[in-house]
């Protein structure tokens, strides 16, 4: 919970390891992350290193380069690595841009077919000590996980998950970080060394709530209270450390995003029935012999504090945070895949006091929550299914391969904030997986 105040430094560090590796400007989503330590650190001071420039910078909509990346597979899903800048077309809005850079990684290796000028470095994270030559082939992952949502009957199956990532995602030269939400307290900072997964696996505790925690709990204007909160801490938590992300350049980040999802009203009939069960026993035992005013069922009293307009609003706060922290992780170009780590969902447990019907309402719209996260930011969601050995290789293929495109917007007007790319190839048989848009920052923030 206090974990806001743990990652205000995560931007520099990786920003100045990927200079020192790579040397040229871009962006993607899905791949490489940094790590944060347990404990706050004071600022850290980094030297400005500018490079020598041939051609000057030319910000021709007064704001930064663009950057997406793009997959490019032929008709048998092959990646296509010999594509030449001229081969891309890329609009913003339905109008052309001119592709100003163009990085190929193949194999987690770069190379730079059009290069850009290398910006100045910015201050923001903390990174290892840089690596000799071979860093250039790393890539950055972030494992996220959010135990505030994570069942405590299924640690163990979390700690496996993680171990799988460990063994068969996370390859030599690659930079990792690892973070938790809630009590597992894990803030383990930027690093090249596996075996600070192993220790942070000791120390994953699932801490969600039960149906029957929720239900218990009681309820208000907006829903649980303690629902909502619990979904604040691991979206603020997300997003301070994407906010960082956006200063890094030239690198994939694949945000490793381990929950069970999120609905900020689940189980409202449920509730309302055991409070109206509280209410009337309560009443009895003030002498009431139960021959009042009482209702069959507990959405049937219309001063009952479940309504149908109460799930409404629950459901377009979710939408909104939701997409607040796509367009950030849009604007970073990170890609969140998503994984439930329940796998295949059945029946609920005997032991819980939830309808049936409500328990597969709660579990579908949780699912879509990771669903949404993972669709608008260009990654996959990893839900009802007990297949992760397929989906860490795919995120382990789409980490490797890949072209990062970059363009200065021809659109000045900075009140249009949300802007749509179309990435095209003229290679006939080739097609191109790209990023749907991305949207300017608001001034507030």
């Known amino acids: 919970m206090a974990l806001r ?9 990786l ?15 899905k791949g490489q992350g940094q790590a944060t330590s347990a404990a706050p650190r004071g600022p850290i001071t980094v030297p400005q290193v500018v490079p020598p420039q041939t ?6 909509s007064g704001v930064q380069m663009v950057t997406t990346d793009v997959i490019a597979r ?4 092959q990646f296509v690595a ?3 800048p001229g081969e891309f077309q890329v609009y913003e809005d339905g109008v052309k841009q001119d592709v100003v850079q163009m990085l190929l990684f193949h194999g987690g290796r770069q190379f730079s077919p059009l290069a850009a000028p290398v910006q100045t470095q910015r201050e923001g994270i903390v990174l290892p000590p840089p690596r000799p030559t071979n860093d250039s082939a790393g890539r950055i ?3 996220f996980l959010d135990d505030l949502h994570l069942d405590f009957r299924e640690s163990g199956r979390v700690k496996e998950l993680v171990k799988k990532l460990r063994q068969e995602l996370v390859h030599e030269g690659d930079m990792f970080c690892i973070v938790s939400t809630g009590p597992s307290s894990i803030a383990i900072n930027m690093t090249y060394d596996p075996k600070r997964l192993d220790e942070a696996m000791k120390r994953i505790t699932g801490a969600g709530l039960s149906p029957n925690d929720i239900v218990e709990g009681g309820t208000g204007s907006e829903g649980p209270p303690e629902v909502r909160y619990r979904a604040h801490v691991a979206f603020s938590t997300a997003y301070d450390l994407l906010q960082q992300l956006e200063q890094i350049r ?3 980040k694949a945000f490793i995003y381990i929950s069970n999802g999120y609905d900020f009203n689940p189980f409202a009939g449920s509730i309302a029935q055991s409070q109206s069960d509280r209410y009337a026993q309560g009443q009895r035992g003030n002498g009431d012999t139960g ?9 049937d009293d219309p001063t009952n504090l479940y309504n149908q307009e109460g799930a409404e609003f629950a459901d377009a706060d979710l939408a909104r945070e939701l997409a607040e922290l796509t367009r950030t992780a849009n604007r970073a170009n990170v890609s969140f895949y998503t994984i439930d780590p329940r796998g295949l969902v059945g029946m609920m447990d005997m032991d819980q006091k939830v309808d049936q019907t409500e328990w597969q309402d709660y579990i579908r719209k949780s699912q879509d929550s990771l669903l949404v996260l993972a669709h608008e930011t260009g990654g996959i969601a990893v839900i009802n299914s007990n297949d992760f050995d397929k989906a860490i290789k795919r995120i382990d293929a789409e980490t490797s391969d890949y072209y990062v495109l970059g363009y200065y917007s021809s659109n000045p007007d900075p009140i249009r904030r949300n802007r749509r790319i179309e990435i095209k190839v003229t290679r006939n048989g080739v097609t191109v997986w790209a990023r749907p848009g991305y949207s300017l920052k608001s001034k507030k923030k």
């Open 74 to 77: 032929d008709s048998n899903g």
């Open 55 to 60: 051609t000057p910078l030319v910000f021709r």
């Open 82 to 84: 010999d594509l030449k």
């Open 15 to 29: 920003l100045s390891a990927t200079l020192a590796g790579s040397g040229s400007a871009g962006q993607d989503p």
């Open 291 to 299: 021959n009042g005013q009482m209702y069959q069922n507990a959405t």
């Open 5 to 13: 105040s743990s990652f205000p430094f995560l931007g520099v560090a």
């Open 250 to 252: 030239d690198k994939r």
């Open 141 to 143: 992952f972030v494992f």
